[in-house]
């Protein structure tokens, strides 16, 4: 596609509740980022797939967080037993090499919302 | 861990006007590079910087790369109300890894 696209735009859970977030990245973009971002801050980096490999994860906030690239192509992020602390937009980012020269593009994001 | 750091954290500016924002790394920068996010929106890739000392322009924003790759600053010249937004600078270590960001410089532009 022309852009990376993240899905779904918007996600209400009620507190406990398991969601999946997915992350559509441009077409042959190897390395892909996970990033959240809390209202009025800056974005945390989640997790790092090159291609199907997830090479750092050390962002992840818990063991409730669980992140797959199983093809290369698309991501899902996975929030398991959410807390109202995991309110956040969910920012995926892709670049198509692993060095970043050209800058990483970002998806719209998934706005969660634990209530 | 690396932390970045930027000031201000708002900038209220008069249209016409020229500021600057400035980042600070922790640790020493493989490459920074600036991101812009309207409100609502999500990062936008304005630039990266890779060299120590490295100056790049584009158009009315003048971006600069500190000596010692711990620093940066963006520079923008007769601000616009299409100016506005967050500026973020955000730091990478090595080549290809995870980048870590400012918290960002929130510019409001006065007509």
């Known amino acids: 596609g022309a852009g990376v696209s993240q899905s779904p735009r918007y996600k209400v859970a009620k507190r406990g509740q398991d969601v999946a977030l997915r992350c559509d990245p441009i077409s042959g973009h190897v390395s892909l980022f996970w990033y959240q971002q809390a209202l009025g801050q800056g974005p945390e980096f989640l997790t790092y797939f090159q291609n199907e490999a997830q090479l750092d994860k050390s962002g992840l906030p818990s063991d409730r967080f669980f992140a797959e690239r199983p093809e290369g192509s698309v991501s899902t992020l996975k929030i398991q037993r959410t807390q109202q602390e995991d309110s956040a937009v969910y920012l995926c980012?892709?670049?198509?090499?692993?060095?970043?020269?050209?800058?990483?593009?970002f998806g719209s994001g998934t706005r969660l919302t634990v209530v | 861990g690396q932390q970045v750091m930027q000031i201000p954290q708002y900038q209220h500016v008069q249209e016409g006007e020229d500021f600057t924002t400035y980042c600070n790394s922790s640790?020493?920068?493989?490459?920074i590079q600036w991101y812009k996010q309207r409100p609502g929106g999500h990062p936008v890739f304005l630039i990266q910087l890779v060299k120590s000392g490295e100056v790049k322009k584009q158009k009315r924003l003048t971006f600069q790369f500190g000596e010692a790759k711990k620093n940066s600053s963006l520079h923008i010249t007769a601000t616009q109300t299409t100016d506005v937004g967050t500026y973020f600078c955000?730091?990478?270590?090595?080549?290809?890894?995870?980048?870590?960001f400012g918290g960002g410089t929130r510019v409001l532009v006065k007509p």
């Open positions: 955000a730091g990478s270590e090595a080549a290809g890894n995870k980048l870590t």
């Open positions: 640790t020493t920068l493989s490459n």
């Open positions: 980012a892709s670049s198509l090499e692993d060095r970043g020269t050209y800058g990483y593009t």
